[in-house]
């Protein structure tokens, strides 16, 4: 059974950090394109970051560009997010997501929600003000 198991979110005061992370079992995600989504209480999930396979591209939703941090390790099939000055407005729902597309360049990322296929369970990240 392929699995994403989010961890790491929490409670923590505007200003502070939090380091959450993506495992993957039943089958390697070292050659998947993998995202990062969030969705906060009576609104859409929207995109926050999404790393190539390779782990050498990474594109971030313009509100989150200059605070998180995407990264993946392929030798523990983990995906880590680094979110540094955390606001109250990033408070959500955050889930990761396995895209299977892959090209030879290892440049593919995608931040359309519909093109992943594997979506973990989520983990809750709370910023207070």
């Known amino acids: 059974q392929v699995q994403l198991v989010e961890s790491g979110g929490g409670l923590v005061q505007a200003g502070g950090f939090l380091r959450l992370s993506c495992a993957a079992s039943g089958r390697t995600f070292n050659n998947y394109a993998m995202g990062w989504f969030r969705q906060a209480p009576g609104k859409e999930r929207e995109f926050v970051a999404a790393i190539s396979w390779t782990g050498r591209y990474t594109f971030y939703a313009a509100s989150v560009k200059d605070g998180f941090t995407t990264s993946r390790d392929s030798a523990k099939n983990t995906v880590q997010q680094q979110m540094d000055s955390l606001k109250p407005e990033d408070t959500a729902v955050y889930y990761c997501?396995?895209?299977?597309?892959?090209?030879?360049?290892?440049?593919?990322?995608?931040?359309?929600?519909?093109?992943?296929?594997?979506w973990g369970q989520g983990t809750q990240v709370t910023g207070s003000s």
């Open positions: 997501a396995g895209d299977p597309k892959t090209d030879l360049s290892g440049s593919y990322y995608c931040a359309e929600a519909r093109e992943y296929d594997y």
